[in-house]
């Protein structure tokens, strides 16, 4: 079968690669097809007979229709070959090759006939120029981070963060849909969408539109607390696809004790401070209230992200080597994992949540201790994880919590939308957890050393500027890990957006701010992530936890175990937190 091939400018390649990936008729090739195509990226169109063939090398742009399509087609969402389908995909090119030879049936397509694909789906596109006559839209490669969370981000697991905010009157659909609009424009990274991958590329692209593709807002009734949180865990179990702008959704949820404002913000374009900062500008537009722009300008915030990740500083670079030989020591000792007691086939997160009231909050702030807030936080977390598998009988020597450090410069801490943010870990032995003071003093002396240094996962390094990985290769790197046993993933995460500055504010006429929730995402096997954030004088603590590793009741009582923890530090004098 004869292909017809064109040479297209690279803004053409660029747009048929994402308009490909955004349709529904088109699926990316598997590495059983992509072995027939080396070096090249491949698709095929979902039918079952005529199936239009595309497949990119470099500038180069070949087409041909397939008579019988090799695919799979009874799947919606994932690709995979049939070999029944295959075979018959082969004999009927043979069967063709044969006729062609023997004189019995034309050619069906000779090199001077145009690639042709439906105006509907690629407009302006191969048939002609008219779209490399357009501006060029702002194109800028992923960040380090941007990589790295993309490539741990699956459509099962999604990489992303959970952020809400309860307001204590009723807020207006149409006022809040058109602030969500003034808020994407406002920051680039709350309106990106993802090139297409080129395998000739080292690192993907986030293409910065002028406006968005989608309405990424939805309205919900919620009767009662049940059917809040069955729309958050909803919400939060649904992957984000980067494919069209923006990498967010959102929810205004109607309850009677208030409405609600939930985002869901894929965690490759922006971290839980950048996330906190698109909902204040959300805010500002709803109440009518002037957004002042960010103190330090997009490309400067994004060229200080990589140089802190490129680690050009001496003792950064050599300290962030050894914490890639840390993490390569878990091949030998992995990190203990949690005893799950949840469904095991079941996809998606749940969630409880806890507020400290603000006497709890205030002793937790203003105890003489040596540590942070953040350190009694985590030391809670290890004694947790180490009372709940002694209570499973469950091995748990070395506990290991990923805890992300806001990288952003005092000055626009709270400032810009992106990712800012590196995870380090901080370990503890079973010695370390003989006592909640023993437990402190070693996760404080940790954090204190890792502070300010920008110490990575290995992840992160491995996965770093080196032309030795090109993003094929990284893309299989991490789809090797399962192979490890997962021993290079930790316990369990906890990050903490601490106390914000400003918090987002509606107006005097939606009412005041009741509750505000923040989580980072877990993947399994780190099953349990811990978010914190503190507002009004109140600690707000959520925990998100895949289904796959507690249900409901095991759970809560994870929490409460938790928050037995947490007392201990508080003394007799405060009253326990509880949920």
Same mark, same amino acid.
């Given at each position: ?139 800028? $490669? ?133 996330? &906190? ?78 507020? &400290? ?124 890990? $399962? ?97």
């Amino acid at each position: 079968m004869t292909s017809n091939c064109q040479v297209l400018t690279p803004i053409e390649v660029r747009e048929l690669l994402r308009m490909l990936e955004r349709s529904d008729r088109f699926r990316r090739d598997t590495a059983l097809g992509r072995g027939f195509h080396r070096g090249q990226v491949s698709y095929r169109e979902r039918s079952a007979t005529d199936s239009l063939h595309v497949v990119f090398d470099g500038d180069r742009v070949c087409a041909h229709v397939d008579r019988i399509c090799p695919l799979n087609l009874d799947s919606e969402r994932f690709v995979h070959y049939a070999w029944s389908a295959i075979m018959a995909h082969n004999w009927s090119i043979l069967a063709g090759d044969i006729a062609r030879f023997l004189g019995w049936r034309r050619q069906r397509c000779d090199v001077e006939c145009p690639v042709e694909v439906e105006q509907q789906l690629i407009p302006d596109m191969v048939a002609g120029r008219a779209q490399a006559q357009r501006p060029e839209p702002t194109q800028i $490669p992923f960040g380090l981070v941007d990589e790295a969370v993309h490539l741990l981000d699956t459509e099962a697991a999604p990489w992303s963060v959970q952020l809400e905010v309860r307001v204590s009157g009723v807020l207006d659909e149409s006022r809040l849909r058109a602030a969500l609009a003034q808020a994407m424009r406002s920051h680039p990274m709350a309106r990106v969408r993802k090139m297409a991958s080129v395998r000739s590329l080292r690192h993907d692209h986030w293409e910065i539109p002028a406006g968005v593709d989608i309405d990424p807002l939805q309205v919900v009734d919620c009767p009662d607390d049940a059917a809040l949180a069955a729309t958050r865990a909803e919400l939060q179990s649904r992957g984000v696809p980067l494919a069209e702008s923006p990498p967010l959704r959102a929810r205004l949820a109607r309850h009677p004790d208030g409405d609600v404002v939930m985002l869901n913000v894929n965690h490759a374009a922006m971290d839980g401070f950048g996330a &906190l900062r698109v909902l204040r500008s959300v805010a500002r537009a709803y109440a009518g209230e002037p957004d002042p722009a960010p103190k330090v300008g997009f490309s400067e915030a994004r060229a200080f992200a990589e140089r802190l990740t490129g680690a050009e500083v001496f003792i950064i670079r050599v300290r962030r080597q050894l914490a890639l030989l840390e993490k390569l020591r878990d091949l030998l000792v992995p990190p203990a994992r949690l005893a799950p007691e949840g469904e095991r086939n079941k996809a998606g997160y749940g969630f409880v949540h806890v507020a &400290l009231s603000p006497a709890q909050t205030q002793a937790l702030v203003g105890l003489a201790r040596a540590g942070t807030v953040n350190d009694v936080l985590l030391a809670a977390l290890h004694l947790a994880i180490g009372r709940w598998n002694g209570e499973h009988a469950r091995r748990c020597g070395r506990i290991g919590v990923l805890v992300p450090a806001n990288l952003r410069p005092s000055a626009w801490r709270d400032d810009v939308a992106g990712n800012y943010s590196l995870p380090a870990r901080v370990s503890t032995s079973r010695r370390s957890r003989r006592s909640p003071q023993a437990a402190l003093a070693a996760l404080s002396a940790q954090t204190r050393r890792k502070k300010g240094v920008g110490v990575g996962t290995a992840l992160i390094e491995v996965l770093g500027r080196s032309p030795l990985f090109p993003l094929w290769l990284k893309q299989v790197t991490v789809m090797l890990l $399962p192979l490890t046993g997962n021993r290079l993933v930790d316990t369990a995460m906890l990050s903490n957006l601490g106390a914000p500055t400003e918090l987002p504010s509606f107006g005097p006429d939606a009412g005041s701010i009741v509750e505000v929730w923040f989580s980072p995402p877990a993947r399994m096997p780190l099953g349990l992530a811990v978010g914190a954030v503190t507002a009004g004088g109140r600690l707000y603590l959520a925990f998100r936890y895949r289904l796959r590793l507690f249900n409901a009741d095991a759970a809560r009582q994870f929490v409460d175990g938790y928050l037995a923890e947490l007392s201990s530090f508080l003394g007799p004098a405060v009253p326990a937190p509880t949920r």
